[in-house]
T-cell receptor, first 114, second 114 residues
Framework: AQSVAQPEDQVNVAEGNPLTVKCTYS??????LFWYVQYPNRGLQFLLK??????LVKGSYGFEAEFNKSQTSFHLKKPSALVSDSALYFC????????????FGSGTKLNVKP | SQTIHQWPATLVQPVGSPLSLECTVE??????LYWYRQAAGRGLQLLFY??????ISSEVPQNLSASRPQDRQFILSSKKLLLSDSGFYLC?????????????FGEGSRLTVL
């Protein structure tokens, strides 16, 4: 079965510092991986995806993610955090057995303090 | 450009009452459509997905049902709501061709069952 795990329930970082939100995956074959952000009482917004090619993927709002096949990870990063980045972040994987299905991690709450 | 609409945004219903949540997509044809439920502001549970009119796949047997009466319309229903049906319901769509596209989410419908 395809799955992703987000080992941190919450991440705290000071504004201006770099941030990392972790995601590991369990997928047979090459994974299709995604990151989303959710603000309170809103739908999820797409940030970026990894399909193939360069292991460093750049996305919206200055976010990037690094795909690491040997560590089966797809961590979300940003060089300098903003207070407005505080939100719930989800990693997701597209099921390679059934491409119509997407599975999400449990979410990581990012708190950026001034 | 494509847009996705969900309504109602908020709903408070008594136990045993019926439910109808509606989702429509504009600006695309033959999308894949999805219903997810998010409990307690965390992980997303895939409830139903549809690859075409009248084609519904159920992921979790439960008190809910889904229908797709038109190409870009997806409805989530229940005949008798349970307390456990409370949650944040998210509709999403993806392109039906190819295997690398992402999901696009609506703004969600918050259901409280009393």
């Amino acid at each position: 079965a395809q799955s992703v795990a987000q080992p941190e329930d919450q991440v705290n970082v000071a504004e201006g510092n770099p941030l990392t939100v972790k995601c590991t995956y369990s997928v047979s074959g090459n994974p299709y991986l995604f990151w989303y952000v959710q603000y309170p009482n809103r739908g999820l917004q797409f940030l970026l995806k990894y399909i193939t090619g360069d292991n460093l993927v750049k996305g919206s709002y200055g976010f990037e993610a690094e795909f690491n096949k040997s560590q089966t990870s797809f961590h979300l990063k940003k060089p300098s955090a903003l207070v407005s980045d505080s939100a719930l972040y989800f990693c997701a994987v597209r099921d390679r057995g059934n491409f119509n299905k997407f599975y999400f991690g449990s979410g990581t709450k990012l708190n950026v303090k001034p | 450009s494509q847009t996705i609409h969900q309504w109602p945004a908020t709903l408070v219903q008594p136990v045993g009452s019926p439910l109808s949540l509606e989702c429509t997509v504009e600006g695309t044809s033959n999308p894949n459509l999805y219903w997810y439920r998010q409990a307690a502001g965390r992980g997303l549970q895939l409830l139903f997905y549809s690859v075409g009119i009248g084609q519904i796949s159920s992921e979790v047997p439960q008190n809910l049902s889904a229908s797709r009466p038109q190409d870009r319309q997806f409805i989530l229903s229940s005949k008798k709501l349970l307390l456990s049906d409370s949650g944040f319901y998210l509709c999403a769509w993806s392109v039906s061709t190819g295997k690398t596209g992402e999901l696009f989410f609506g703004e969600g419908s918050r259901l409280t069952v009393l």
